[in-house]
């Protein structure tokens, strides 16, 4: 049952069995139900034999007893197991990995509901001193984030990584039941200008293909968004949705970018305004908080009253200015920004995070931007004198821009001098395509995951809320 190379060792004081006779024992023996340690907390299986496994997260070796709490990620609590002394041995420690087997039993400590009086304990890998993590400190996430490897292992990190994957399928769940089509939009594309100078061009190493011009005869990019392949597919699907890897050649080392980082995108068709969009955006950022799967997790990870704050936000409705306005108050306010902030330059992340607390410290719509600030895809306001985009950004406490969105131009003769005017007329005929056989108004926004996660966790480096950050300079394991 365990691989070969691992040491399996039985220590018990009732039942000694040669250490070669261990994995014939394991199989002849009727196996006691076996636990996730979340569930040996919910209290059933209490005065039952069961077993468990995972890895020891505390060892106090007493005169009469040693005291265990072996952790299973199944939850940040970890089970306390209770051994007689006659059962320790050097290779029990801090971090190795260990089946127990015994009897769950009421604790009589307020602590822990449950506790596992042990009848065995196997050492299944037994961890070496110079684990870089110690028992009962409490590490930063600056100094577990130069163990990639290994950072699973700590209380912090194994509390994000269970919140991540509860808010993923939270994400599924919510577009899921409001309508949505999943689209599996492609990591690999030849759309190219989207991302000017924020893209990875693929292409197999060496010479191989040299004689064939390239591997596609094109020049191909790591996706930077799935939104044109998401309005291939909003021609038939009123409402598409994607949630994938994304890939920008950002050369930079700040706490919300990184250089693959995972982005929810949706489209939705027949969308005549920004308030059709604003009202599925907001119930889509408010259905994912799913803090409450794991309150322990979230209260060990995030700054004290976070969530709090984060409940009050998420009742109230979110402002929404225009860009025009925007600018406008940043103008009035005595704070002195680095960059400019005149009608038409892009707001950089200190003036999102000023606009933020000016409306009282919640999400705040910006919307219409200058014209030419935005893509060609963004929907023509016609306005005048200042000429404005149908584009939307949702900004956030503590992150700044969490969301970006826009109506797209769905009128063919607007949408084709524009991107004639950027020369791209040919490159997208298909595009013109999609509003010459049944074009819809439409529109859809892009959403960071990790930036999300950032915002409902307090987490101020992007690089703690994915499993394996991808940055300039940095690409480990
Ligand atoms: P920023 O101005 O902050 O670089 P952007 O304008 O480039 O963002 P969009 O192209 O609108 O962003 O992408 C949509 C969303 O994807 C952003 O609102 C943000 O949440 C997320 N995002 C963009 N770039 C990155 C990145 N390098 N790392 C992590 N998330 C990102
Ligand atoms: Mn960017």
């Given at each position: ?13 009732m039942t ?53 709490h ?5 939850s ?10 006659a ?7 801090f ?33 070496n ?13 600056e ?7 290994l ?19 939270a ?11 999943l689209?599996?939009?492609?990591t ?5 200008c989207?991302?000017a ?8 190493p ?6 064939e ?20 597919m ?13 890939f920008r050649?950002?050369?930079s080392?700040?706490r ?38 794991y ?11 976070l969530k709090?704050t ?8 979110f ?8 600018i ?5 306010s ?9 009608w ?21 719509f910006?919307t219409?931007?200058?014209?030419d600030?935005?893509?060609?895809y ?14 939307v ?5 503590g ?15 607007l949408?084709r ?6 020369g ?7 595009y013109?395509?999609l ?9 859809g926004f ?18 703690d ?13």
């Open positions: 049952m365990f691989p070969a190379v691992t040491r399996a060792f039985l220590l018990s004081s000694p069995v040669c250490r070669s006779g261990v994995t014939v024992r394991r199989y002849c023996m009727k196996n006691p139900t076996k636990l996730r340690v979340s569930e040996a907390f919910l209290d059933a299986q209490v005065g039952e034999k069961v077993r468990i496994q995972g890895w020891v997260r505390s060892f106090r070796p007493q005169k009469q007893n040693l005291f265990l072996v952790n299973d990620g199944s940040l609590k970890s089970l306390q197991v209770i051994a007689p002394a059962m320790n041995d050097p290779l029990l420690g971090g190795c990995a260990v089946e127990v087997r015994g009897i769950l039993k009421k604790s009589p400590h307020s602590k822990q509901p449950v506790e596992l009086e042990a009848e065995q304990i196997w050492v299944i890998g037994e961890c001193p110079d684990f870089p993590f110690k028992i009962k400190e409490r590490h930063s996430l100094y577990i984030r130069q163990f990639l490897h950072r699973c292992r700590t209380n912090a990190f194994s509390s994000l990584l269970r919140i991540r994957s509860e808010a993923t399928a994400v599924h769940s919510y577009f899921k039941n409001n309508g949505f089509l689209v599996h939009t492609p690999i594309t030849s759309n190219d989207e991302g100078g924020e893209l990875f061009q693929v292409e197999p060496g010479t191989t293909f040299a004689n011009g390239s591997f596609f005869s094109v020049p191909v990019y790591l996706t930077v968004s799935g939104q044109l392949h998401l309005e291939v909003s021609g038939a699907f009123p409402r598409v949705y994607t949630f994938g890897p994304t050649a950002e050369n080392q700040s919300r970018h990184l250089a693959e980082f995972f982005m929810v995108e949706a489209e939705i068709s027949f969308t005549e305004s920004i308030e059709d969009l604003t009202k599925v955006w907001k119930s889509a950022f408010t259905a994912k908080i799913v803090i409450n799967c309150p322990k997790s979230y209260i060990f990870l995030s700054p004290l009253h709090d984060l409940d009050d936000m998420l009742r109230k409705s402002p929404v200015i225009t860009y025009t306005e925007a406008d108050i940043l103008k009035r005595s704070e002195t920004f680095t960059f400019p902030t005149d038409g330059c892009d707001l950089m992340t200190e003036h999102e995070k000023f606009l933020v607390k000016h409306c009282g410290n919640i999400p705040v910006v219409d931007y200058p014209h600030l935005k893509p060609f963004a929907r023509d306001n016609q306005d005048h004198p200042k000429h404005t985009a149908a584009a950004d949702l900004l956030v406490p992150v700044g821009e969490l969301s970006g969105g826009s109506l797209r131009e769905e009128r063919l003769d949408l001098s524009r991107l004639g005017e950027c791209l007329e040919d490159t997208y005929s298909w013109l395509d509003r010459r056989f049944g074009s819809v108004p439409h529109g892009g959403l960071g995951f990790e930036r999300y996660l950032q915002c409902i966790l307090g987490v101020d480096n992007i690089k809320v994915i499993p394996f950050p991808r940055f300039s300079h940095s690409c480990l394991l």
